[in-house]
């Protein structure tokens, strides 16, 4: 099995959400990707096939198959930009066409994906308090400058703002009930954020629904974040910092930038670095 392993959205050569990436000449069934998926052992694993103009990409967590993955798009693209150059790569999703931009740093690689279109919508109330109750949190723990809602940019996440950082520190959840939330709901993460200023989030990302605890670094929960702060009218800075992974022990970097018009694509970008 020729599996590249990647560390995306690592800060100064360290931390990062670890990738697998897989290139093949067709493409291998969904069975046989859920296995490798598995085998790889991290959150998620990027299958490409060269198509065309393009190339033909499937991301397979180890127990589903995920839509769209931020930090798998991020890996593949610096594995991308060292196999035929620095460039601006089109990917071909399951249900939208994206692109990835590989570029040289100090550290060796990185890579600024262009998300698929987003969208938010309010949370329903009941689904709020059975995950709420899932965390442990209540309601007066929360920011109520942030409305609860679900957002998306090619996959769907709960997004929960927290007043503080120690709440955030401390995240405990009950994974099994978490988790059968997620799936009833359609969820690939919850984000667990705390706003430290205009230009500055921390993030913590659940994955109980692809059989991962957290998440240290998650680039498509980040483009859905971005969306649904242009949609509540956020007067913070449109290109802001997500720091995430850090009470992880794996600290990670995630820029991102959007636009003022509705549902556009976000961009999200970071460092890549090989795993040993």
């Known amino acids: 099995m020729n599996v590249l392993r990647l560390a995306a959205f690592s800060k100064n050569g360290q931390g990062g959400n ?14 046989e990707m859920m296995a490798i998926a598995k085998e790889v052992g991290y959150s998620e694993t990027a299958f490409l096939v060269k198509q065309e103009d393009g190339w033909r990409v499937r991301y397979f967590a180890p127990e589903l198959e995920v839509p769209f993955c931020g930090h798998a798009t991020i890996a593949l693209g610096a594995a991308l930009g060292e ?25 060796g690689m990185a890579a600024t994906l262009q998300s698929p279109e987003t969208w938010s919508k309010e949370a329903p109330t009941d689904f709020v308090a059975q995950v709420l109750a899932g965390f442990h949190i209540d309601r007066a723990q929360l ?7 679900i957002a998306g940019a090619g996959a769907k996440h709960l997004i929960l703002f927290v007043k503080d950082r120690a709440t955030l520190a401390n995240m405990k959840y009950d994974f099994d009930t978490v988790r059968a939330l997620m799936m009833d709901e359609g969820l690939i993460t919850i984000s667990l954020l705390w706003q430290e200023s205009d230009s500055v989030i921390h ?7 692809g059989g991962v605890y957290e998440d240290p670094a998650t680039g498509a929960a980040a483009a859905a974040l971005a969306g649904y702060l242009r949609d509540i009218g956020w007067k913070g800075s449109k290109t802001f910092t997500i720091l995430q992974g850090e009470d992880m022990g794996v600290p990670s970097r995630l820029n991102v930038s959007f636009t003022p018009k509705a549902s556009e694509s976000i961009s999200v970008s970071g460092e890549v670095r090989h795993i040993e």
Do not use: H, Q, W
């Open 203 to 209: 993030s913590r990302n659940p994955f109980a629904a």
């Open 143 to 149: 920011d109520p400058n942030f409305p609860i809602c």
């Open 18 to 31: 670890p990738a697998g990436v897989a290139f093949y000449d067709s493409m291998p069934s969904p069975e």
């Open 83 to 107: 196999r035929f150059g620095e460039g601006t790569y089109k990917l071909i999703l399951n249900d939208s066409t994206i692109t990835v931009r590989a570029s040289k740093t100090d550290f």
